[in-house]
């Protein structure tokens, strides 16, 4: 078992990576404050983990909630966190029952948020399944819901007291979404850290091959990469660089996933287009090569990832752009790349070059 830790003074919490963690109560048990959780999952994780898990906490004495929700990004709102405050009342919850989320993003998002919330907070636990889950959501304490008017616009930062990530979850993962998850395990490499961009184009058959000891590894180095960051900006609040640097190719991206309605494209597909835009404008601006911004589609296009955009158009693109939440004074902040393993937050990109980026990045 791998174990890392957040480093937040009395918010810090360990990651803990390997196989085999769902059964192990004795992990988690520490991390309770009275023997009593509620067990947030969805119709198609919880009947293949939710026993395990539960069977493991029962044997040691704990008492559990479940709280099953429909399946997918269009659940993650205001209603399934109404079903989760009425299951947590109807089960007599209180403030020392430990909400623990078990699946993907959307249930730790939604799960983490109830946590928040529920009687002004209650322990959290993330126990991730997904790839996208395990290297980036669960970790960091981000959580919240969709508006109608926008993706994750309702939310709060409320750190788990433990990520426990079991590589053997994602054995039954989809290829597509584990693809969605190297998107992300992709970005820490161009953002921070190019000795790991490095070790993925050398292991990246491996890794779609499910290869456990390298995706191990690849988890650990991705949660390494964000617990640093994150311990540095918890609330995202440096202005240069910081926390919003793990957003690389989300501007772009979140303009696809919008413009195309919400679940076309997999968050991390979109990001995968996104961040080659964003390659290619950091080409514009003089700072990437040719060769650079070829090395970063190829990467990207053998994860099985999408490397162009969705034609729907420059000013489209530019309008949903403008409602990112790194938007500031009307400003459009873009994480853009210096070197490859350097990112940069920049405002100040010519409205032509950012057409144009996005113009040759939508066809091939
Ligand atoms: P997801 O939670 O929708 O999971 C993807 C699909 O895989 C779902 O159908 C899910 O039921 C299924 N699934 C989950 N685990 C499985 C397993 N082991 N085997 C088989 N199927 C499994 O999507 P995701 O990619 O995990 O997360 C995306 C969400 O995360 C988005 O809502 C995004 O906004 C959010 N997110 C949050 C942060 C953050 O910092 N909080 C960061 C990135 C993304
Ligand atoms: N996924 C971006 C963040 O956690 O800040």
Redesign the pocket.
């Known amino acids: 078992m791998r174990r890392l830790t957040v480093a937040l003074v009395e918010r810090s919490y360990p990651i803990l990576i390997g196989g085999g963690l769902l059964s192990r109560a004795d992990l988690i048990l520490p991390f309770l404050r009275t023997p009593r959780v509620a067990l947030v999952s969805?119709t198609?994780?919880a009947p293949?983990?939710l026993d395990v898990l539960a069977r493991g906490l029962e044997k040691v004495g704990v008492g559990i909630t479940p709280i099953i929700l429909p399946?997918?990004?269009a659940y993650?709102n205001s209603e399934s966190l109404n079903r989760i405050y009425d299951a947590l009342l109807a089960g007599r919850c209180d403030r020392s029952t430990t909400i623990i989320a078990l699946?993907?993003?959307?249930?730790?998002?939604l799960a983490g948020f109830a946590a928040a919330t529920y009687q002004r907070g209650v322990p959290f636990v993330q126990i991730?399944?997904?790839l996208?889950?395990q290297v980036?959501?669960s970790v960091?304490g981000?959580?919240g819901i969709n508006h109608p008017r926008g993706?994750?616009m309702i939310g709060a930062f409320w750190q788990p007291k433990l990520v426990l990530a079991d590589t053997d979850?994602?054995k039954?993962?989809?290829d597509r979404?584990l693809s969605?998850?190297l998107a992300?395990v992709i970005k820490y490499g161009l953002i921070r850290d190019l000795s790991f961009l490095e070790w993925l184009e050398a292991n990246l058959e491996g890794l779609l091959a499910r290869d456990g000891e390298l995706l191990a590894q690849a988890i650990e180095r991705s949660c390494a990469n964000k617990a640093e960051v994150v311990a540095a900006d918890e609330y995202e609040t440096v202005s240069e660089g910081g926390r919003a640097l793990l957003n690389l190719g989300h501007t772009f991206g979140h303009a696809i996933e919008a413009g195309l309605g919400y679940g076309e494209w997999?968050?991390?597909e979109a990001v995968a287009a996104g961040t080659v835009m964003a390659a290619e404008l950091s080409h514009r601006l003089g700072w990437l090569s040719v060769a650079d911004v070829g090395r970063v589609r190829a990467l990207l296009r053998r994860a099985g990832l999408p490397v162009t955009g969705p034609d729907l158009g420059a000013a489209r693109y530019l309008e949903l752009m403008s409602h990112d939440k790194k938007v500031v004074s009307g400003r459009m902040r873009l994480v853009l790349l210096q070197v490859l393993g350097e990112a940069v937050t920049h405002a100040a990109a010519p409205r032509e070059e950012i057409v144009a980026a996005i113009e040759a990045c939508c066809r091939e």
């Open positions: 969805n198609t994780v293949l983990y399946d997918g990004e993650k699946g993907g993003g959307v249930i730790g998002d991730p399944t997904t996208l889950s980036d959501s960091g981000k959580t993706k994750n979850t994602l039954t993962l989809p979404e969605a998850g992300e997999l968050h991390g």
